[in-house]
């Protein structure tokens, strides 16, 4: 028998200790929250991602009452950008939530698997590391990759 062991370093910075592009990116994805539509969970996602041109491109939640034909934030964000600007490669990506409270979470908000594998497939693309911003109200987990959200990854290639 052999064990693997799977270790994951995220840093946590407080909002303040951001850099500046970070901190841009983290408040498209807040201000993105605003723009969800989630009538049923009540609960409001925002992602903004980074392309090596400069453009933020952001989306938002959109739940529809025939579940599960409605999106993600980080799916509407990621499939928009592939669509507008398909030369462009992911450079970063920094996502945040809105409780059913209204309030920005308490603790960061992980991308569902769906999302995961669907933001691992720009990664490819993009051919490095596509940093992650998981921003909560006083703090945001930084991990250096995707592929770090998705340990053994399902890829075809």
Aim: proline share 4%; charged share 20%.
């Amino acid at each position: 028998m052999e064990t693997i062991n799977i270790n994951l370093e995220i840093q946590v910075y407080k909002y303040d200790e951001l850099s500046e592009t970070d901190r841009i990116l983290v408040e498209k994805a807040r201000q993105a929250t605003y723009r969800s539509y989630a009538p049923y969970s009540h609960f409001s996602v925002g992602a903004a991602i980074l392309l090596n041109n400069g453009e933020i491109i952001e989306g938002s939640n959109q739940e529809n009452v025939a579940y599960p034909s409605g999106t993600c934030a980080e799916r509407s964000a990621c499939f928009y950008a592939g669509a507008r600007y398909p030369e462009a490669k992911f450079e970063a990506i920094a996502i945040a939530a809105r409780g059913t409270d209204g309030e920005f979470t308490t603790d960061p908000t992980a991308p569902c698997g769906a999302c995961r594998q669907a933001l691992l497939e720009y990664e490819t693309l993009a051919q490095h590391n596509v940093r992650v911003l998981l921003a909560a109200r006083d703090k945001v987990y930084i991990l250096p990759s995707v592929t770090s959200t998705l340990p053994l990854a399902f890829t075809d290639f």
